[in-house]
């Protein structure tokens, strides 16, 4: 577990004028890696960390002489057009760069001058997916949610009898994972009405949202050889918003009995920014199961999973139609939860996904699954806050929605705060349903 150090305080500023606002993603105590370059130009994508409405650039800042002469090799890995490399150092690594980084970064830093002109304003910048994503799994970790699908199909029994025990996950797409700002077309399966004999081939009519955390595995392990979960979060090397699209009527079709496949594979949507676990460390809370509840297995189990692995990170689903946006109107907010509401950690989605001697390499990545609290208001997904489309919820401008519907417009929000902590946040993850292509 990272223990807090200086890069924590929180009555550090940035000379970056930007990053001291208290409703600032970025501030001084943030710094979240995401690979960049200047909009319309013709520059190589490369890393870049976040500070107030800047990116520091960091192969300029490397040319600048920046940084000690000692964290070269670990620089040049930065210049690259995706993260893995520098994913795959390892904890040390990330926490010493992260360490210049901040006392360069500080009010009266001696390398302000030379600093400054290797920011980039965020709104000139455009952004691609951080890493090469070799594999992606997809959890099932809020209770709420899995208690509120289940209770659609099976009202007796909602919860399957490995829930309590398994962290439940599947293998999903990477080719279909986009950064925030992207559109999709609104996906063609088979459906099947439960009145027909047969099914056809025809556009989703229940498209959904997912409100998810996605996790950046860091270092990996050798194939056969599996991670302890007291050794679990050193490989993980970060945390984002993460929206994985759902055609709910394909998926009742196609999913039994193997589970999701061209319902889920059509598109994904991931926030730029990576924000380290090294940045949360303040943000930890206890984690618990309930006593009248299974416990976990003995590898499931540590101290410092129980005393800090939740975290306490706001959650938040923004939904812009496009009569809103035709009328200057912003998008609303349609649910809030809070990740420490997550029924496994993400030390035991590590752990597990692991014990079988399961190689996870730099890059990869894990969903969260959809994230509910326990009110209509938290719940992370439409097919949950409309039981499963019967009750459509009702938007500010009289718009109704059951399921999404084409020019929608999803965003997805994350932060965290503290009362002895500053805000930090995870950026956006920004994503607009087009309609079908035709055949």
């Not at 709420?144 to 996950?169: E, M, V």
Request: charged share 20%; with cysteine; aromatic share 8%.
């Amino acid at each position: 577990m990272i223990v807090l150090n200086e890069t924590h305080q929180p009555e550090l500023r940035s000379w970056v004028a930007s990053a001291n606002d208290d409703q600032s993603d970025f501030p001084i105590q943030n710094l979240p890696f995401a690979i960049f370059k200047r909009r319309g130009s013709n520059e190589k994508f490369r890393a870049g960390v976040a500070i107030g409405e800047h990116i520091v650039d960091l192969k300029a800042a490397h040319k600048a002489g920046v940084f000690s002469m000692s964290l070269t090799p670990m620089l040049k890995t930065l210049h690259k057009s995706k993260l893995n490399q520098f994913m795959g150092l390892g904890k040390d690594a990330w926490s010493e760069l992260r360490l210049e980084l901040s006392r360069a970064l500080r009010v009266d830093s001696t390398l302000q001058t030379q600093l400054e002109n290797c920011l980039v304003p965020q709104s000139q910048a455009e952004y691609k997916i951080p890493a090469r994503i070799g594999d992606y799994t997809d959890f099932y970790t809020s209770i709420n949610h899995a208690t509120n699908i289940g209770k659609l199909f099976r009202p007796d029994n909602p919860l399957l009898p490995n829930y309590q025990w398994i962290p439940i996950g599947y293998h999903g797409r990477s080719s279909s994972i986009e950064v925030s700002g992207h559109g999709f077309h609104r996906p063609k399966s088979q459906l099947k009405a439960a009145d027909a004999d047969a099914p056809i081939l025809a556009p989703c009519k229940r498209l959904d949202y997912e409100l998810e955390v996605g996790i950046y595995i860091g270092k990996g392990n050798t194939l056969g050889h599996s991670i302890d979960i007291n050794d679990a979060e050193d490989h993980v090397f970060g945390l984002c918003m993460f929206n994985d699209w759902s055609a709910r009527d394909i998926q009742a079709w196609e999913y039994q009995p193997l589970g999701p496949f061209l319902s889920k594979s059509f598109a994904s949507t991931v926030s730029p920014w990576i924000v380290t676990m090294e940045a949360i460390a303040p943000y930890r809370q206890a984690w618990s199961r309930p006593a009248d509840h299974p416990q976990p297995l003995p590898y499931l189990e540590s101290h410092d999973n129980r005393s800090s692995g939740a975290v306490n990170m706001h959650l938040e689903v923004l939904l812009q139609t496009a009569k809103m946006k035709a009328g200057g109107q912003v998008a609303e907010r349609v649910a809030l939860s809070n990740f420490s509401q997550s029924y496994w950690t993400i030390a035991q989605m590590v752990t597990h996904h692991s014990v079988n001697g399961c190689n996870l390499k730099p890059g990869d990545f894990f969903g969260s699954g959809t994230q509910s609290g326990t009110t209509a208001n938290s719940y992370g997904a439409l097919i949950e806050a409309t039981t499963g489309g019967k009750n459509p919820i009702t938007l500010s401008n009289g718009e109704t929605r059951a399921f999404l519907e084409d020019g929608d417009t999803v965003t997805l929000n994350g932060w965290c705060d503290s009362e002895v902590a500053p805000r930090i946040g995870f950026g956006h993850a920004t994503a607009t349903v087009l309609p079908a292509l035709e055949d």
